[in-house]
């Protein structure tokens, strides 16, 4: 490896090294605030080392930057579309590190390690939306899934440890699936990377060689999927959501909810639009029924809940399927154009900061009233004004209303849809937009609740400043999304061209 590939790493090198410095600044002092400064300052590192590499790209005039060795330059790829990520990835547990302050000042023990997981799963997650090569992706899958498994049994409560073995349990199926899938795929084409699958999958199913015609890729492709609807939360891969989201520390949910969801997406899409884009117009129906499945259990069974934690495990699920709908569109088109692919990148910063927005104000008012359930937040409005306010706008971002971000998003999305020309896409985008009105009930009682209802306790609730400033951040990230995306969405565009040129 020379001193260049070190370089296109370094981001990496950087985060992994950040983490295990927590870890040890929490051996010698024991001192919360120091852990959340270390932890937060240090993300310093990783970002600067990923502006540079964004700099070099830009004034090399290559799609991406290329590797001098043999260890970097046949797994990854180091172009504007993982530093899109990248940016995303480190602005998410930059946030989470600052609102986990007043929540980890609670635990007795293991706070390094609850900063160190986090930064390490956040280090699977740019290796994955970097990696081009299959047993690079599953690397990077693990390295993700594992600190968040060990995190989600975090507290000392059976509803933690219930929430870590459901997902250690079910993400170790998820991952055998995968893993046989990958094999297949190989087996098929006699590589791992990426481009190279792309090359014989087209040889092969334009002279008819594949053994079985391409019912055999279909199961290959069939168990990649079902590994990939684990990671990203989608129906009928999402059975853990709830009750993880449920169990586990919030701002540990908050963090998986967008950056976990984030790097799974970036994945699907290097996956079918480089490696799988010459066999496309076969899966898109698989696609659109896992977008319609995920829109509709989300909604549907959001309805019933009670437990705020938990409401929001069911509307990842429906975000999953609305952005499905946009894969399903890049996949029914192919790799023409770019504003399928741009569309999912624009709503997944958009939900990034709907979500984080609405969870950090969950996490500091879980703080003060010990509680998740939804009628605790009777009267909040007077008790937390800011925190309400803050709720209440995330929740209507994440409706879709106009003109917040994530309407934007959705009709970049249906749009997207709508001119693969085909009339079953016509149809998943009408449920998509009946999913939306179907939200709106579940979100607005939520702000009903805390605008409408009296307050059972009138005692005012604050957070500490790192809190504040975590969730005031994420706030007018929201808003500036919906009222200027021209900037994400121009980087959105220039991100998916090295997947549109075919890598």
């Avoid at 705020?308 to 975000?319: N, V």
């Avoid at 890049?330 to 999912?344: A, H, L, Q, Y």
């Amino acid at each position: 490896m020379t001193a260049y590939d070190l370089f296109l790493v370094s981001p990496l090198l950087a985060l992994a090294a950040l983490a295990m410095l927590v870890i040890v600044v929490d051996l010698l002092t024991r001192r919360t605030g120091l852990l959340v400064g270390v932890s937060f300052v240090g993300l310093a590192a990783p970002a600067a080392l990923s502006v540079w590499q964004m700099v070099s790209l830009s004034s090399s005039g290559q799609s991406e930057l290329m590797a001098e060795g043999s260890v970097v330059l046949y797994t990854l790829s180091i172009d504007r579309f993982a530093l899109f990520f990248n940016f995303l990835i480190l602005a998410a547990v930059g946030l989470v590190v600052l609102v986990s302050n007043d929540y980890v000042r609670r635990m007795e023990r293991l706070q390094g390690e609850y900063f160190g997981l986090m930064l390490l799963s956040a280090t699977g997650m740019m290796l994955l939306v970097a990696a081009d090569e299959l047993i690079t992706m599953y690397i990077a899958l693990e390295l993700t899934t594992l600190p968040l498994a060990a995190l989600a049994a975090f507290l000392p409560n059976g509803r933690s440890s219930e929430a870590g073995m459901k997902f250690l349990i079910i993400g170790a199926i998820s991952s055998a699936l995968m893993l046989y899938g990958m094999a297949l795929i190989y087996g098929f084409t006699g590589s791992t990377r990426l481009e190279e699958i792309a090359v014989a999958l087209a040889g092969s199913s334009s002279s008819g060689i594949i053994p079985f015609g391409s019912m055999a890729v279909l199961l290959a492709v069939v168990l990649l999927l079902a590994g990939f609807g684990f990671k990203m939360s989608a129906a009928p891969f999402q059975m853990w959501v709830p009750d993880v989201y449920e169990g586990a520390p919030t701002p540990m949910v908050a963090f998986l909810s967008v950056a976990s969801k984030a790097a799974a997406f970036a994945l699907v899409l290097r996956v079918f639009y480089i490696g799988f884009d010459a066999l496309g117009g076969d899966w898109w129906v698989l696609l659109a029924g896992l977008a319609a499945l995920s829109m509709t259990i989300g909604n549907l069974v959001a309805i019933a809940q009670r437990n705020i934690k938990r409401l929001f495990g069911y509307s990842t699920i429906a975000h999953a399927g609305y952005i499905l709908v946009g894969v399903a569109a890049i996949v029914t088109v192919g790799n023409e154009e770019t504003f399928g692919p741009s569309s999912v990148l624009f709503y997944l910063a958009a939900y990034t900061a709907a979500n984080l927005t609405a969870f950090f104000a969950i996490v500091s008012i879980g703080n003060r009233i010990n509680s998740d359930e939804i009628e605790d937040y009777a009267g909040m409005l007077r008790r937390a004004p800011f925190l309400a306010i803050a709720l209440a706008l995330a929740l209507i971002a994440l409706i879709g209303v106009p003109p917040t971000s994530i309407f934007i998003a959705k009709i970049y999305i249906f749009a997207a849809a709508i001119n693969t020309g085909e009339s079953l896409m016509t149809w998943l985008v009408i449920i998509g937009v009946v999913n939306s009105v179907v939200s709106a009930y579940y979100y607005l009682r939520v702000i009903k609740v805390m605008f409408l209802q009296p307050a059972i306790n009138t005692e005012r609730l604050g957070a500490s400043w790192p809190v504040n400033v975590a969730l005031g951040v994420a706030a007018l990230c929201m808003l500036w999304l919906g009222v200027a995306p021209g900037a994400i969405l121009d980087a959105a565009e220039r991100a998916v061209v090295v997947l549109t040129a075919g890598g």
